[in-house]
């Protein structure tokens, strides 16, 4: 039985992570951090730092405003942790890696399963097309999310940054020059709007021919799945270090978790 930690349990993320614990016969609930103290059928605490019991790992799905203290309840307690939150600053992206030498951590932008085969195509796609098409990522999402572009758009551009001969320039906006697009740009347009749980879609634009890899998700239920899998994945895992879910997917091919 793998002891979980929500962080953010009162979110809706926290919720849709809670339910699919419930459904897990491998995983107990034993403790939630949240800022709303409001209780379930489990303790939550504001701060981490008041919970004093034991836990395998952590899932967080809250707000980069809670990283600094849970990554020092982490490292003080020597507990995983799955940060699935998204927004960071470069400043706390330099404390998760540090944090990372104490603790095993767990980061992901996106905790879909599939996003990460979409991931494994667009490298393909650009060591192939990078030379003879531009491109494009449109990200989409509801009206309620605050960071732009999102976490998954910037994987997403990453990815086909790694397989180009040239070094890419990430364009988020052409509305304040006049000019043909540079051959080196990778553009990044972010949509907001109603209840869109998350559209990501990557062009390649060549002479003559579009190319599309498109990833939808219709369900936040594949976020906190995806998350509960990395938890259970962390409890398994004695060494420090930065995980993620190519490491995830090759420990399952390997029979390492399930």
């Known amino acids: 039985m793998h002891q979980i930690i929500i962080s953010g349990c009162n979110g809706k993320m926290g919720q849709v992570v809670e339910s699919i614990c419930k459904a897990d016969p491998e995983v107990e609930i034993v403790a939630g951090f949240d800022v709303n103290p409001a209780g379930r059928d ?23 405003k809670a990283l600094d203290g849970l990554l020092a ?5 020597q507990i995983p942790i799955v940060l699935a939150t998204t927004g ?13 030498r104490a603790v095993p951590i767990f980061r992901s932008a996106n905790m879909s399963l599939g996003i990460n085969v979409v991931l ?25 999310k605050v960071d732009a572009p999102s976490g998954t758009a910037l994987m997403l551009a990453d990815a086909a940054a790694e397989s180009l001969d040239y070094p890419a320039q990430y364009n988020y906006g052409r509305h304040e020059r006049r ?33 599309e890899i498109r990833h939808e998700a219709q369900s936040r239920e594949i976020f906190a799945s995806g998350a509960v899998k990395a938890a259970k994945f962390l409890a398994t895992v004695r060494a420090p270090g930065l995980y993620d879910m190519q490491k995830l997917v090759a420990a399952q091919n390997e029979g390492g978790t399930t």
């Open 42 to 64: 489990y303790p939550v605490y504001v701060s981490p730092a008041n919970f004093t019991g034991t836990a395998d790992a952590i899932i967080d799905f809250s707000s980069p």
């Open 120 to 144: 494994d195509l667009v490298r393909r796609a650009a060591a192939i097309l990078g030379e003879s098409c531009d491109i494009e990522i449109i990200e989409r999402h509801h009206n309620r």
């Open 179 to 211: 000019m043909a697009r540079p051959k080196n740009e990778i553009g990044i347009s972010s949509v907001r709007g109603g209840t869109i749980v998350g559209v990501h879609e990557v062009i390649f634009a060549g002479r003559d021919e579009v190319i």
């Open 88 to 100: 960071y600053s470069a400043e706390q992206l330099e404390a998760i890696d540090a944090a990372s």
């Open 73 to 77: 309840f982490a490292v003080e307690r």
